[in-house]
């Protein structure tokens, strides 16, 4: 029999179930216990993560037979298949899911860090393409430096939680179906899957026994140009502070905002410039575009050159700055739009020396078709095109149509 069981129990078979037996019971606990299927559960990603470990550790015969025989110290200190000399239990777990530390015996996890503290912050594209300095008041947890951490007044000691008798989990009953109970462990709310708590007249007067206290701090940050939207700014170790373990970071994730004149697609920037008729047909030489950094740039354009609808240029160059290197620049891309002469002018000009110096009109369609019908000019507006396509249209069911007639009786 093996001297510690609590791995099988975790994946709920017998210390004898073969290789098949624990892959099968691992499959099932991993479904039923799966964060995304218990999205109300707090304690679902940890109940996952102990049957991964535990799995991780059955599933294998050399770290199996060393847990067998010598339990937990078996799998950490070097035995038959197990993790080198001097790392603990907590250490085998740590290597296998990425610093979250497992405790399977009274008490829940425990972290080898703190956690990170993620801060969205909003950014011009003005701030990404010429960089900027922030300076910023935070608030963040920080040890007690009355009570060292420890939540306790003076020398007192906390005492076993009477709601878990310091296990740290509690049972929890649940209905499976008519006449099937099943039951899971959770955290203790009491003690927060410590096993022990203070007592309210033991706890230290400055924090209350919660081992930390509110400070309030003044961050820099430097948003460096050429950055991308949702990269990250990592403030290493500035994030709150436990006792015990050294804290997380704090990271800031960038948001653009959108921009009323560009649009960003990696290193290039777009823009939309209107010209007149006049400056299509004879060309151009002025500021097109106030560029981020407040520039004018003045573009001009190749004599002989006719702009047409749709019509494009690249200013190559003139996009963002190459993040880590300001100096290279992508391009900037300059959709061309006509802007047509308004009524007033068009009364204003003689239409005849006007028609002259214009290209002819196109002639009447050769050969004309058999009937013509005069139908009256009216503008229109495209955004009314399709408009109520969606209610005109009618369920051929709920009309009867296509759906499977009523059986008869005979």
Known sequence: MPVDTELYELLGVHPQASEDEIKKAYRKKAREHHPDKNPDDPTAGQKFQEMAAAYEILSQAETREAYDRYGMDGVSKGGPGGMPEGMSAEDVFAELFGGMRFDFGPG?????RGEDSIIPYDVTLEDLYN??????NMEKEIVCGVCKGSGAKGSAKPKPCVKCDGKGWTIVYSQLGPSRMGSSRTMCTDCEGHGEKLREKDQCKKCKGRKTVKEKT????YIERGMADRQKIVL????????GIPPGDVVFLLKTRKHDSFERSGNNLLTTVHITLSEALLGFSRILVTHLDGRGVQVTSPPGKIIKPGDSII?????????KNPDQKGNLYVMLEIDMPGEDWLRSVDKSTLERLLPPKRPEMDPLPEIVDE???EEGDMVDYGEGDEDDWEDEDEDGYGAEPDCQHQ
């Open 108 to 112: 829940a996890r425990r972290r080898t």
């Open 218 to 221: 003044r961050r820099e940050i």
């Open 375 to 377: 139908v009256p000019f």
């Open 315 to 323: 200013l190559r160059g003139e996009g963002m700055p190459v993040h």
């Open 131 to 136: 960089g900027k300095t922030v300076r910023m």
């Open 236 to 243: 290493a170790g500035a994030g709150d502070e436990e006792p």
